[in-house]
């Protein structure tokens, strides 16, 4: 089976699986792949599927939480704060120290990946960020986190010395990539004007219907100029282009993960010519839906860099 399939479910008799640094390698036992002495930067890792009646709780451990969410929700508790994570939701936390963490899951279930990280690969990386600040994120249409955590995820069962220093570089990947994007968020923040944001947050909720600059001009009483101009400004894009990255994302999901035919997909994304669509997804992949489809996820590593989405032009 292939291991990046290989979804743990908590037994219905443990709807509490408590993460304490003595007793869950023991809980784990039975699941030997999931035992990560060979990991330089892992202490264990997988990915699981949490029932609404599990609830995961963690005292002091002298490591770091990496969690990304396939799909589903669940609340975090973190420092008296309440963390919302939804689908595509990054999340890295210093489990040592502070007050304990809980994750009480959303009905049904949450599909999730979650990699205990050793202090010597990912303090430094901590360190960077604010820690007044929620280390929490939704993946951007422009980010290869997923990518990255699923090979990594591919790499735990894998006992051999080219396995360990290939996790060690997706870690890094991951650390890297995700601190630059929490960094990059809590700068641009303080300085996004609400109407810019609020554009934002319409694509990436609603990508599936169509939009034209003028529903915004009209919205906000400012000309379609000024607003693609200080959109491209802030995101590093004209807004039509973000909008169709963002699809483009969900295009892969859905053609990885369903049988829909490239032109439902399309449709769905909010692409109803279908020549448009293939072409589209050409130029921000490299290669066509179908081929994508066929070869994936191998094919479309490094075809383009995840801080750079606007490299190619539209």
């Known amino acids: 089976m292939d291991t990046v399939n290989q979804i743990m479910t908590p037994p219905e008799d443990a709807p509490e699986m408590l993460f304490h ?11 030997d792949w999931l035992l990560n002495d060979h990991m330089p930067g892992m202490y264990y890792g997988g990915r699981f599927r949490l029932s609404a009646k599990t609830q995961l709780r963690s005292d002091s451990l002298p490591c770091f939480l990496l969690l990304y969410v396939f799909a589903g929700s669940g609340t975090l508790l973190w420092q008296g704060s309440s963390l919302f994570l939804t689908e595509r939701s990054v999340l890295f936390l210093n489990c040592e120290g502070g007050d304990p963490l809980q994750l009480r899951i959303a009905p049904p279930e949450m599909d999730c ?18 820690p007044k600040m929620p280390p929490l994120l939704t993946q951007p249409p422009s980010s290869d986190i997923e990518y990255a955590i699923r090979q990594l995820l591919g790499l735990i069962p894998i006992r051999s010395a080219l396995a360990s220093v290939t996790a060690s570089k997706w870690i890094v990947s991951i650390l890297s990539e995700l601190c630059s994007l929490i960094l990059t968020d809590n700068q641009a923040a303080e300085f996004v004007p609400d109407y810019i944001r609020e554009m934002k947050e319409t694509f990436d909720q609603s990508y599936q219907a169509p939009f034209h600059l003028e529903e915004f001009e009209i919205r906000f009483s400012i000309r379609k100029e000024r607003l693609c101009r200080e959109f491209s400004h802030y995101y590093g894009m004209p807004p039509l282009r973000y909008l169709n990255a963002r699809r483009i994302e969900a295009a892969k999901d859905l053609l990885l993960s369903t049988n829909m035919r490239v032109y439902e997909v399309g449709n769905a994304v909010g692409i109803e010519n279908t020549n448009h669509f293939i072409n589209l997804f050409k130029k921000n992949t490299g290669v066509t839906p179908m081929l994508f489809k066929k070869n994936a996820p191998a094919t479309v ?12 032009p539209q």
């Open 21 to 31: 640094y003595e007793s869950v390698l023991s809980y784990f036992k039975k699941e």
């Open 301 to 312: 590593c490094g075809l383009h860099s995840p801080h750079k989405p606007d490299a190619r």
């Open 113 to 130: 990946a979650m990699f205990f990280l050793r202090p010597d690969e990912a303090a430094a990386y901590y360190d960077l960020l604010n």
